[in-house]
């Protein structure tokens, strides 16, 4: 992974340059991969991404100009990675016969989250003023991005597990007091352990996130008797989230379903956390979803881990003769 040490204006915005470069070229390969193998609804994704960077390096390249920053033309091509995130999105968007729009996506989303924790640590750490804030500009435009592929992904999720009924969507601006906020994270943790419970595993990683989970469970239910209860919204929007992943309890049953479904609820709870830190007036509530926001983007760290551990199993039952490129 890049040093997060970096000294200039210069340097960071040539690296970020450089990253949309190498995301054009990654996805340019495999756009040509799916065609290769026929698998044209894959293909036609990551020619849109190819697109969409191609519009990222653009802009980026205004931006510079407005500023005045000018490019390290010593710097060369960067490849991102970041031990602390699962490589399996690479290994499943690249293969021409396993591919879909829905890993399409995921690799893409995978990507935006290296580049964010990049950007993030590098604001963090530097000693340097204009450093610091050109990289916390980078990495909410990072978040932006992700934000949006994650949304794409869901949709391409439920196409592909043809879902019938929509997932429901809460908008931030309903959660209005903390009452609305704790009540939303019982259901989406208790939903969790309850998928953890049904996959029966013995993963001790698994075990110690439904562990903590149940104890916040409890925290939250204890903080949320002493006060009046979510609003009418909120109780409405749990209704329908109870019906929604009861149907996909029954669709999924492999530990591989599973465990993807659980990946995207950590990801929606992280992305709804983290819009209610952004709209909240109660300074209360935003220092609540500040919390919830850190401990789902934990909780995804180990449900990747997890789904990598459970994709590599199913892959052993594969027919013979299958090869991975």
Known sequence: MLSNRVSSTGDLMSIALQAEREAIRRYTQLASTMH?????????????????EKEHERLLLEWMAQEKIEANSNLGPISWHDPQVSSIYDAEARDPYYSSPYRALAFAVHNEEIAFRFYTHVAADSDNAAVRHYAEIL???????????????????HAENKAVIAEPRLDPRVI???????????????????????????????VVLVTK?????????????????????????????????????????????????????????????????ATASDETVMLTAQKLANAALDRISVLKQEYKNAYLASDLDDQPGRTRQ
């Open 36 to 52: 290769a193998g026929h698998n044209h609804s894959a293909a036609a994704l990551f020619e849109r991404m190819v697109h969409e």
């Open 213 to 277: 989970t149940r104890r916040g469970i409890i925290a939250h239910k204890n903080s949320l008797d002493a006060s009046n209860g979510p609003s009418e919204a909120v109780q409405q929007y749990l209704q329908l989230r109870d019906a929604y992943h009861t149907q996909l309890a029954q669709a999924n049953n492999s530990p591989e379903a599973c465990i993807q479904q659980l990946c995207a609820c950590a990801d929606r709870s992280f992305s709804l956390y983290d819009a209610v830190v």
């Open 139 to 157: 990495a909410r435009e990072e978040l932006g991005h992700a934000a949006l592929l994650r949304a794409e992904r869901r949709h391409a999720y």
């Open 176 to 206: 209005q007091h903390e009452a609305d906020l704790l009540a939303t994270a019982i259901h989406i943790d208790q939903q969790l352990a309850n998928e953890i419970d049904r996959l029966a595993t013995d993963s001790a990683q698994l």
